[in-house]
């Protein structure tokens, strides 16, 4: 009789320990497990952190309960250096789940090339080597030379080896050749004193005595008359005497 006694007060506790131990997990899967489980089943709107910092695409998915990682930053002409020029997941998409990742990439900004070597080579050469450079043709300038053929660069500004950002244009001095013999009169009249003299050195010829007529029409150093007509046929380094008005 006491040991069917003792066995049922050992069976009572055995009972008794595994009941509590139950309640026990339950009560630990109640506090801890669960709050987890919801918090992973948890819908999170992904912030749009786009054309941010990376300081503040930080601080904004920290604060959304999101981990941000960078990715390897990219060359963009349009967005500034250290501003995010994309997210994944997108701004706005859901994702379950506290700490997930999102994956930013940071803009480098604008890439920078170097000028390639112009000197030399045809002016449609030039065109080419640029457009491979990721650069753009500006303005031409032609000059007469004996040391380059017609066409050919002389040089480039930017020049050779220059570091430019992409995009950037390069102006070129293009040869016209051998300076030829002669040279054709341009159209004075009606030019300013200054604009003449410009003219003229573009012609390649010179504006010799300058005469001043009073006309009260006209403003002051206006080419009343030229020398030489315009359209003649002359030679290189010609002088042209001009008459310019004066209000006095």
């Not at 497990?33 to 918090?39: F, G, K």
């Not at 089943?41 to 503040?56: A, K, R």
């Not at 963009?76 to 789940?97: C, T």
């Not at 040279?183 to 003449?196: K, R, Y």
């Amino acid at each position: 009789m006491d040991q069917v006694v003792s066995m049922l007060k050992k069976g009572f506790f055995v009972v008794v320990f595994w009941t509590l131990l139950s309640i026990g997990i339950v009560v630990a899967i109640d506090r801890a497990v669960m709050p987890w489980l919801v918090q992973q089943n948890q819908q999170i709107q992904v912030p749009d952190v786009v054309e941010l910092s990376l300081f503040e695409a930080d601080s904004i998915l920290v604060h959304a309960g999101l981990t941000m990682i960078e990715a390897a930053p990219e060359y963009d002409p349009l967005v500034p250096p250290g501003l995010i020029l994309s997210q994944n997941p997108e701004g706005g998409s859901f994702v379950k789940g506290k700490g997930r990742w999102v994956r930013v990439v940071a803009s480098k900004g604008r890439e920078k090339v170097t000028v390639p070597n112009l000197q030399g080579v045809s002016l449609r050469q030039a065109q080419l080597l640029l457009q491979r450079s990721r650069l753009v043709l500006g303005h031409i300038s032609w000059m007469y030379t004996e040391d380059f053929p017609e066409r050919v660069v002389i040089s480039s500004a930017p020049g050779y080896r220059a570091e430019v950002f992409q995009g950037e244009t390069i102006d070129l001095l293009v040869s016209q050749g051998s300076v030829p013999p002669t040279a054709i009169v341009p159209h004075f009249v009606g030019q300013s004193l200054e604009g003449a003299i410009l003219l003229a050195r573009d012609a390649g010829l010179k504006i010799g005595k300058i005469t001043y007529l009073p006309d009260e029409d006209l403003l002051p150093e206006t080419v009343l008359e030229q020398s030489i007509k315009a359209g003649q046929e002359v030679s290189r380094d010609a002088v042209i005497d001009v008459v310019v008005s004066t209000i006095e």
